[in-house]
């Protein structure tokens, strides 16, 4: 079966590539695209680790095919930090250990902007609920609970 | 042992090395990297629980275009079960050959048949199709209980239990005084049967490797496990490549919890990619990895406690059969050597089964053994201080192993912190606060041994006056942080200038298994050791320079220092400065230390847990919920807790909601996140630690291990607090909402004797 093409837009730059029709987003994403940053930790939706945003929303990109890219804007874990400066929320995770393995972190904190893009002002219950959809195996989630909560405040008082 | 209490980066909570590369998504796990021309190997696996292999066709499968090599179990080195053991760490390749590729019987649905390498993931899971096994399909037990029947169906013939072949595989027991004498004195006596499930590690990233094969024998190995040297080991045993021509390259991994500790696809990969002449990827998808990975045994446990009127344990016993899975190995050593040993008891028998059944083989979870003795124990515990009518801790606090305690595993207990934890778990607000309305409180004890072994460090001062460690374990859960610290410390420089790196097998000396709560107490003996080294020589350089002995040269904050009779006679020399002057000074500065570390001291934690139930929905949740634990010392306390907090974590979803279920084909029903339930983020409090400090004397900056502890006092803490909540007890996990409902329903309680 011939590859599709596909025009689209990943992190702000615009971008190309070929899949099968049957390749999810993330399958795109680290394969063509090299966008490893997003993990498969269970291909069905359930984990949160391959959390991207389409047009703003947050996604599994798990469950989307690749083909549903064509004129859509893509958001990735790569494109989080601008240049050499780090967005508040990786810098936050940084300093308040709220990542031990690493392999939620990317979609920890993709789910975590895309809430905060929302809910500038999350109640603990709130935060606790948005990320319910982010698996993390190592924390028990109390660390990045917290970091989700001071960045919010603190990016509130800036 | 002179600790140092006045410490600049021991005891900080500064930024792990890896930490940028994790943030960003650059980190590179084992499914992350590429090779040129690799292609890729998928695996076909068991349909049957138990069958006998007759015959395997692999031709049609060779046959379809783009597949580059196909292997079975004829192409892995046998192990025979005759010629006895041949062990490799706490592993038996007779099993482990026969765990990667399924030899004359199908032992687990799941269980390798063959491995395909093609040029596309979709061609080679086509050609699994295409291969063509004759099955003689047996009968199976995949239950403890149907496994030890008398009739069961045997999983392996040549092995005999009391004479007669059986599924158990082996007995162990630790014994102290005599119980029958011990329960005779006793005025309570109380006996409990408790059943947990097998349940998943649950790591986020499924097993994944990328091998390449020269055509010279020289393989590189990229994958993620807790220890690239077992990696190589094991892969060296099951293809016969020699060690030295394996470097098996730790890439960052995700979530591990003991279920790193063995291989699953390397050696297939390797013989895929020696075969092709390709590069061969293999990833796992999540349903593999929860049919044919860990878990970690289903249980079967007798515990009977007897204690004097006012209060003393006088007499126990523990009987604890454990599933091991296809082949023997059940954590019954943790089980029985772990699960009383909290306590001073004159009179104990523990002992443990390890009972081979249908199912994938056991691997390590977190203190493996330990928290499932100890669910049974610390259940029975709080039945009898009820029983005492006295406080829980209390009874704890009285019956406490101190320094001088002999264990019934062996060990006389050094100064040890056990009783410090139960005091603070007593005084913490949480202790006190009150409770409402269908809500209660459950504490539990828990100990895990903790290992020392093998460690290699190499300390390099660059060019410019930095330094990089090198070690040889894979970090979980911020070691790296710990190992910069300490380094950072002792040569009195920022931590940012110390780069802390894994590296690999044919990089670093022998380095054992991430694993058993061991990586920063003897990763930090060797870094200690190899700094030590280096401030000597940066000491005596110094004393070079300024024609002095190096005994009159002190180290401190980054430089050397003319102490008496010259102090303040030359400026310092900084460790840019030596650095600088290196190569006409006597050349390159670093060193390294290679030790079998001993003195890792076993760790104690106590908990406190509240918990809320839902009687309408039977949904029990943990309202909160303090962890104490005698850390030794806290390198990097944010690590720290975040051990306490993930193993509670675990023992939360162990206790509420996880298990294996299985279909009546004896397959497992819920390979899946979504109905293999972990705690997701809404499920669970905030976490609170209180982290006692009582430093390890054998250790030079007192660290003890503490990544397993903080997984074994849950599920009882868990089941405390309910009982104490619904006055209802439950002998059986996980207390999942049906399972609540049928005990709400159905009030039924075992009797005191």
């Not at chain 1, 993330?26 to 063509?32: E, F, M, S, V």
């Not at chain 1, 609920?129 to 993390?136: E, I, T």
């Not at chain 2, 010279?216 to 220890?227: M, Y």
């Not at chain 2, 790193?260 to 013989?271: H, N």
Request: net charge negative; glycine share 10%.
């Amino acid at each position: 079966m011939a590859k599709v093409h596909v025009t689209t837009s990943i992190n702000g730059e615009p971008m190309e590539f070929l899949c099968e029709p049957s390749d999810t987003m993330l399958d795109a994403l680290r394969g063509p695209l090299a966008l490893t940053g997003s993990k498969e930790g269970c291909a069905s939706g359930d984990c949160g680790a391959c959390s991207i945003t389409l047009d703003d929303r947050l996604i599994c990109s798990c469950l989307m095919l690749a083909v549903e890219a064509q004129d859509h804007e893509i958001r990735t874990i790569e494109g989080m930090a601008q240049g050499d400066k780090l967005h508040p929320l990786q810098q936050k995770f940084l300093e308040m250990a709220a990542l031990q393995c690493g392999i939620c972190t990317s979609g920890m904190l993709v789910a975590s902007d895309a809430l905060l893009k929302k809910n500038p002002e999350p109640s603990e219950e709130e935060v606790r609920f948005w990320l319910a959809g982010n698996l993390c195996r190592c924390t028990g989630y109390d660390k990045i609970v917290r970091a989700v909560m001071e960045t919010a405040a603190e990016m509130r008082a800036q | 042992m002179n600790l140092v209490t006045n410490n600049k980066w021991i005891g900080q909570r500064t930024i792990r090395p890896d930490g940028m590369d994790k943030v960003t998504g650059r980190a590179q796990f084992a499914a992350d990297t590429t090779m040129p021309g690799m292609i890729w190997g998928k695996v076909l696996r068991s349909p049957h629980p138990h069958a006998r292999i007759r015959s395997i066709d692999t031709s049609k499968a060779e046959k379809l275009p783009g597949v580059k090599a196909v292997v079975t179990s004829k192409d892995i080195v046998d192990f025979p079960i005759d010629k006895g053991a041949v062990m490799l760490g706490i592993q038996d390749m007779r099993w482990m050959c026969r765990n990667v590729m399924a030899r004359d019987k199908a032992l687990f649905p799941g269980h390798p048949i063959a491995a395909v390498a093609a040029t596309t993931e979709a061609i080679a899971a086509e050609a699994c199709k295409l291969i063509e096994v004759d099955y003689e399909v047996l009968p199976w037990s995949i239950e403890i209980d149907d496994a030890i029947l008398p009739d069961a169906p045997i999983l392996h013939e040549f092995n005999k239990f009391d004479g007669k072949p059986s599924n158990i595989a082996g007995r162990l027991e630790h014994k102290k005084g005599d119980i029958a004498d011990g329960f005779k004195k006793a005025d309570v006596i109380i006996e409990r049967t408790f059943t947990t499930r097998p349940v998943h590690q649950g790591y986020i990233e499924p097993h994944a490797c990328l091998i390449s094969v020269a055509p010279d024998g020289k393989t590189t190995i990229w994958s993620s496990s807790q220890g690239q040297f077992m990696v190589r080991a094991m892969t060296a045993y099951l293809t016969g490549i020699p060690q030295s021509d394996i470097r098996a390259i730790p890439a960052e991994i995700g979530g591990g919890f003991g279920g790193k500790t063995i291989v699953y696809l390397e050696p297939l990969a390797t013989l895929l990619a020696k075969k092709s002449g390709r590069p061969v990827k293999m990833v796992m998808t999540r349903e593999e990895v929860m049919r044919a990975t860990g878990p970690t045994s289903g249980s079967k446990s007798t515990v009977k406690i007897g204690a004097t009127r006012d209060g003393k344990i006088v007499a126990a016993h523990g009987t604890f059969y454990l599933q091991a899975g296809a082949f023997p190995g059940s954590p019954i050593r943790g089980a029985a050597g772990c699960s009383f040993t909290p306590y001073d008891i004159p009179n104990l028998l523990s002992e443990g089964y390890d009972v081979c059944s249908n199912r994938s083989k056991v691997a390590a979870y977190r203190a493996p053994g330990a928290p499932i003795g100890a669910y049974a124990v610390e259940c029975v515990m709080d039945e009898v201080a009820e029983a005492l009518k006295m406080d829980p801790l209390d009874f704890r606090l009285k019956n406490a192993a101190k320094e001088g305690t002999k264990a019934a595993h062996g060990p006389v207990f050094p100064r040890i912190g056990y009783i410090e934890t139960v005091e603070a778990a007593k005084n913490s607000d949480h202790y006190k606060a009150p409770l409402g309305k269908l809500q209660g409180r459950g504490v539990a004890s828990g100990f895990w041994f903790n290992a020392g072994g093998e460690s290699s460090a190499q300390v390099n001062i660059t060019e410019d006056g930095n330094v990089v460690v090198t070690t040889g374990h894979p970090d979980i859960g911020g070691s790296r942080a710990g190992i910069a610290n300490i380094c950072a410390e002792l040569l009195g420089i920022d931590y940012r200038r110390v780069s802390v790196i894994i590296g690999d097998t044919q990089t670093i000396g022998f380095s054992n298994l991430t694993g058993g709560s061991r990586v920063l107490f003897a990763s930090s003996i060797v870094v200690t050791q190899s700094t030590e080294k280096i401030i000597q020589t940066l000491r005596e350089r110094a004393a070079k320079i300024w024609e002095i002995d190096p005994e009159a040269v002190k180290w401190e904050n980054g430089a050397a220092h003319p102490v008496s009779p010259n102090a303040g006679q030359f400026e310092p020399l900084t460790l840019e400065e030596l650095a600088e002057k290196a190569p006409a000074m006597g050349g390159p500065i670093g060193a390294g230390v290679q030790l079998n570390t001993t003195g890792a001291d076993g760790g104690f934690g106590t908990h406190v847990c509240d918990v809320e139930v839902d009687v309408d929905l039977g949904i029990a949740r943990v309202i909160r919920y303090t962890a104490v634990q005698d850390v030794g010392r806290a390198i990097h306390p944010g690590y720290v807790e975040g051990q306490l907090q993930g193993g509670v974590a675990q023992g939360i979803g162990w206790a509420l909601n996880e298990e294996y279920i299985y279909t009546k084909e004896g397959k497992v029903d819920n390979p899946g996140f979504l109905d293999y339930r972990m705690p997701v983020c809404s499920d669970l409090p905030m976490l609170d630690c209180i982290m006692v400090e009582v430093p390890n004397p054998k250790h030079p900056q007192g660290v003890k291990g503490v990544g397993e502890v903080p997984l074994v006092p849950v599920m009882a803490a868990v089941a405390n607090a309910i009982y104490n909540a619904l006055g209802k007890r439950f002998y059986a996990l996980p207390m999942s909402p049906p399972k609540v409902l049928e005990v709400l329903e159905a009030p039924t309680q075992q009797a005191a004797e």
